[in-house]
């Protein structure tokens, strides 16, 4: 019976190498919670340059989907300019594939101002690879914004969630927002960068943002063929056991 279990397990190791590779969907290749080093795949170098400060969560806490929610710290930035200094993360190395997807929670922090309130608007911008993704008003103190979800890309607004307690803050859900879904993206580096603009933007104690959870992920990744020296062993080694099996046939 041992046997038989080995030689099945055996021509199973086999197969697999001898079956061509195919494309994959939907394959990790960098995640970050600020809580520790962030994951990467192998072979993936990956930085974050620019604002790079983190800081506990405060009432953001729980606040997502179960297992995707803010925690422990995030990244905060309270920079200031128009546009202000932004959050860049950057990959190399990568393997051959057809798009990505930008996923993070988003935390608007204080004083945002919309259109008509005197003060804004400010707005929230990503690109990637320099080419913008996303650019939306959003606004807490005053005035209208152009950025208006509803749940489960909503998770919190008109509520104090910490910091400045002058100002209700907001929070979201960005893994659920299309525009970071399935960006047209085949290089081999990518550069993701986070940032606020405004003609009044003022940053500081005043007016943030912050993410948590960043997960960077390559649509139809494409498995490197195994080379022709290891296809030739497994069809031998094939060839091997079927050759024994004949020799003990009665």
Known sequence: MLKKFIKVWLIAVILACLVPAGAMAGTQIYFNDFDAAPTVAPGVSAALAGVTTTTGVQGYAGLGPSGNQFGGNFLRNTSTGNPASSTTLTLTGLPAHT???????????????????????????????????????????????????????????????????????????????????????????????WFASGPVWQGGVDESWAMDNVQVVLNGVTAVPLPPSVMLLGSGLLGLLGAGWRLRKP
């Open 99 to 193: 798009s990505v997807n930008v996923n993070f929670l988003l935390g608007i922090i204080d004083s945002w101002d919309g259109y008509g309130s005197g003060f804004g608007p400010d707005a929230f911008n990503v690109t990637v690879d320099g080419v913008s993704v996303f650019s939306q008003v959003f606004a807490t103190a005053g005035g209208s914004m152009t950025y208006l979800p509803g749940s489960p890309v909503l998770l919190s607004s008109g509520t104090h969630l910490g910091f400045n307690g002058s100002w209700t803050d907001k929070a979201y859900n960005m893994y659920l927002e299309p525009a970071f879904q399935n960006i047209a993206h085949t290089g081999s580096s990518l550069a993701i960068s």
